[in-house]
């Protein structure tokens, strides 16, 4: 079947650096894709991998191992703001996008 | 550029009565776009993925008499929630992929928060 796991909750410090990983199972693969989404808003898009590597966009970068099935989200400099959900996401071969439940990240002062 | 919106942004029904939403890509032509539901603090549901001239093609359990969906232009899809019930209230997401882009991203609508009384 097809499956993405991340983390539910994660929390940490105003400043700092985190790491939201996700593994995916899909049938088929056409790309990892990471959302924001603030609490009541819809998902807004982040990050967009289907090659093996980090793709740094700012203070975000995203990470894509094809042959582990993993990938995993870094957030530098942490600001109150960033404190949200976020989604990962992969493409299965029928362009579909196969959600994982999100992981809340809190950001404390 | 990719802007999808929606509308109603929410909306409070009665139950029993219908509630149609609307997506809109505003500046790009969407074959595909998905509807989706979110209960509060669980992720996204895709209900059904909308084809433009065709039927769209619904995920297993989405009743496709109570969820009626209507893709009757590329840049406009409806989604209908008859009789609704209390247990319909949501927020319902709807997306859209612009095909002239590589990336296959879906741009997501601003949501439209449904509550049925």
């Known amino acids: 079947g097809q499956n993405i796991d991340q983390p539910t909750e994660m929390t940490a410090t105003e400043g700092a650096i985190v790491q939201i990983n996700c593994t995916y199972q899909?049938?088929?693969?056409?790309?990892l894709f990471w959302y924001q989404q603030h609490a009541g808003e819809a998902p807004t898009f982040l990050s967009y991998n289907v090659l093996d590597g980090l793709e740094e966009k700012g203070r975000f970068s995203s990470f894509l191992s094809r042959s582990k099935g993993y990938s995993y989200l870094l957030l530098k400099e942490l600001q109150m703001k960033d404190s949200a959900s976020y989604l990962c996401a992969a493409m299965d071969s029928n362009y579909q996008l196969i959600w994982g439940a999100g992981t809340k990240l809190i950001i404390k002062p | 550029g990719a802007v999808v919106s929606q509308h109603p942004s929410w909306v409070i029904c009665k139950s029993g009565t219908s509630v149609k939403i609307e997506c809109r890509s505003l500046d790009f032509q969407a074959t595909t776009m998905f509807w989706y539901r979110q209960f509060p603090k669980q992720s996204l549901m895709l209900m059904a993925t909308s084809n433009e001239g065709s039927k769209a093609t619904y995920e297993q359990g989405v009743e496709k008499d109570k969820f009626l969906i209507n893709h009757a232009s590329l840049t406009l899809s409806t989604l209908t929630v008859t009789s609704a019930h209390p247990e319909d209230s949501s927020f319902y997401i709807c997306?859209?992929?612009?095909?002239?882009?590589?990336?296959?991203?879906?741009?997501f609508g601003p949501g439209t928060r449904l509550t049925v009384l």
């Open positions: 899909t049938s088929g693969f056409n790309g």
């Open positions: 997306s859209a992929r612009d095909p002239a882009r590589e990336s296959n991203e879906q741009f």
